[in-house]
Every structure is written in C-alpha cells, then in structure tokens.
C-alpha cells in the first residue's frame, strides 16, 4: 500500500485564532463580526474620549484636570487606530460605528456621575469592563485583528489614577465608600446589560459569541465569560477600597 505524498504534512489550521486576517477574512460572516467588532470599540474610544474631557471640567485642581486630558488624548489616538484600521479593510467608520452609538449613548446618559469621585469610579468600573469584554472576544480573532484590539485596550493610566484619588477620599470621609459603592455595583449591572444588549442586536457579532465562526465558543463558555467579568470586577471594588 503506497504512502501519500502528503501524509506527513500538518493539517491546515481550522482555528480562526491561528489564522492571520487575509485568511480569517475570507468567511463573510466573520469579516462581518469584526467590523461589528471594531465599530463598537470605535465608538466606546470616541464616548470615552468626549466623557474624559467632559469629566475634567469637575477637576478639583489643575493637575487633576491635565491627568484627565492626558487620558482623553490617549483614548483619541485608540479611536483613530480603529478608523484607520476599518478604512483599510474598505469599511467606511462612520457605518460601522452607527449601529453602536445609540446604546452607547443611553449607557452613559443613564450614568452620569454627578460629581468628581462618581466620574472616577466610572471610568474605572465600566470601562474596566468593557474592556475585559472585549479580552475574552480577542482570544477568539484573527492574529492581526486581536494584536489591533489588545493595543487599544492597554490601561491608559486611569486605573491607576482612579484608585488612588478615591482611596484617598475615603481615608479622609468614610461614608464616601457607602455612596460609591453603591454607584459602582450599578455600573456593573448597566455596563453588563449593555454588553449583552449590542450582542443580542448584531447578529454576525452574536454568532461569534456563541459558536460558528468563533472555533467553539459555546453557551456555556459564555456564561463562564460573563463570571470572568463579574470577577474582575470583585477585585477592582477591593482595590478602590470599596464592597463588592
């Protein structure tokens, strides 16, 4: 019995994780999750750059206000990296990110901080969030796609920031710590029903959540996803000095 000739050659990879973008593209239904996928983020850099901005007018001091303009600007630059990246896959930006501007908007107009630590904690919980949403989708994209979503989620230094202002508030009040706790455990249940909202829309996005397109990544995969974020959660309150 004769041996073929390519019997000893590795299978070609299945996995769109193991795939670069030229290859991954090539299913429609997945080209269609990553422009999802980037108009979402692309927008959440827009809305966070203009929050940024916004929340540094509630400054206390003068330093507080350029360390927040310093964050903006970071979040701007990640929103450009995404446009560009959509427009040279032929996607014009605006299109993308439509379909994501109305939930978006209503998130942030339904947690509006009403003063300066209210905005802190907010941008650190619910972009903390988001932003391990998107990790766990990462796992799942093409190489060059995930190396693109990773760099625009990397901490623009307001984790950080963030923890240390609060911290120090409560030290000099306690009864800070009550309100603020209270604040983030409903940023929580807003950011996650958000999240599960623009999923639940999109179908190609969906689809990649839950399996298909997304090598595997089934219901229940989901549901330990979303214990991931709830997790993380946990210890971020811990860090702010908060209950969870």
């Not at 040279?88 to 003063?115: C, G, K, N, W, Y």
């Not at 950080?160 to 030290?171: L, P, Q």
Request: proline share 3%; charged share 25%; net charge negative.
């Amino acid at each position: 019995m004769e041996t073929p000739d390519n019997a000893n050659e590795a299978p070609a990879t299945t996995r769109i994780a193991d795939q670069d973008w030229a290859t991954a593209s090539a299913q429609p239904q997945y080209l269609a999750a990553v422009v999802d996928l980037l108009g979402a983020l692309a927008y959440g850099e827009l809305a966070a750059f203009e929050r940024l901005a916004e929340d540094a007018k509630l400054a206390p001091t003068l330093a507080d206000k350029a360390e927040l303009a310093k964050m903006a600007s970071a979040e701007f630059h990640h929103f450009e990296r995404l446009t560009e990246r959509l427009t040279a896959i032929e996607v014009e930006p605006t299109a993308a990110m439509e379909p994501f501007a109305r939930a978006l908007d209503d998130f942030h107009r339904q947690t509006a901080p009403s003063d300066w630590l209210e905005g802190l904690v907010k941008a650190y919980v619910g972009d903390s969030i988001a932003s391990d949403f998107y990790r766990e989708v990462a796992v799942r994209l093409d190489s060059d796609t995930r190396s693109l979503v990773l760099a625009v989620l990397d901490d623009t230094g307001h984790g950080n920031f963030a923890v240390e202002k609060v911290r120090a508030a409560i030290e000099a009040d306690p009864r800070v710590g009550g309100r603020l706790a209270l604040w983030a455990r409903r940023l929580m249940g807003e950011a996650l029903s958000q999240a599960q909202r623009v999923v639940a829309d999109r179908d190609a996005l969906s689809t990649m959540l839950v399996g298909g397109v997304a090598d595997g990544f089934d219901l229940a995969e989901v549901g330990r996803m979303f214990s991931r974020i709830t997790e993380a959660h946990t210890k971020r309150m811990a860090a702010l000095g908060l209950a969870a």
